[in-house]
Structure formats: structure tokens, C-alpha cells
């Protein structure tokens, strides 16, 4: 079966071959910013964001992400994200940390983060062949 980040055949493709779809897909903004300030100030307030906790740490890294997800508005038209264990596939390499692969990215001048939709998937404005590149420069044989 197919995973949040794989591509997936579609039938009824040109010439009666699958054709490839995506999903999901980022068709307007994902969240509003200054709700997410209200979310965070209130966590705060609460002490929900105590990273004392396990429950305070991942409320407090979900709320970092979805702030994260927003923060590039370089990125707020890219429809799609790709899985680092899919590139690292395709690359023949070993998934490198999604954390590397970002850096690379925004080294070579593209945008680039992570997503909430997949623990492992990266929104970039990069194509897809420079973001096999780059699993294969950040990832191990």
C-alpha cells in the first residue's frame, strides 16, 4: 500500500497507463498565525507547554511545527510534500534525518521545512530531482 508522501498510480492515465497522484495537497493557507500565537500563549498560561513533561514537549514541538508550516510564505504555494524515506530510496542511500535534509535545501537557496501531515516529509520549492540530490549527498550508502 502506499503512505502519506508516496506516489500512488491512478488509473485511466495517458495512453491507458497509471498515471502518478499525489497527496495531500496545500490548495490555500493551512493555518491562521495569529490563532496559533493565541493557542501557544494560552498553552503557556496553562503551563500545558511544561517540557518537564512528555505531554508538555509534544504540545510544544506540534505547536512549533504548525507555526513552522507558516512561517515561509515562499513556501505557501507548494501543493505537495515529499517523504525523505522515499527520496533516500530513490537515491539508493539511508534516510537521512529530516533536519539534515532542510538545511541542505535552504543551503542551496530553496525554501524548504517540515510538515505536520508526515513525521518525515519536507515541503520545498526544490524539484524533485534536487531533493533525490540531496537525500543522496545527506544520506549513507
Known sequence: GTRPGDAAEQPGGRH???SPVSGPLWTGPLHDVEALRHMRADAHA???LDTATRAGRALDRTLRLLAEEVDDPRLRGVPLYAS????????GVSTPSVGAVVAELHRRGFAAGRTHIDPKGVRTTAPRSVCVDVARSCGSP
Open 84 to 91: 525523505v524515506d522515499v527520496l533516500a530510496s530513490r537515491a
Open 46 to 48: 496553562r503551563g500545558w
Open 16 to 18: 491507458g497507463r497509471p
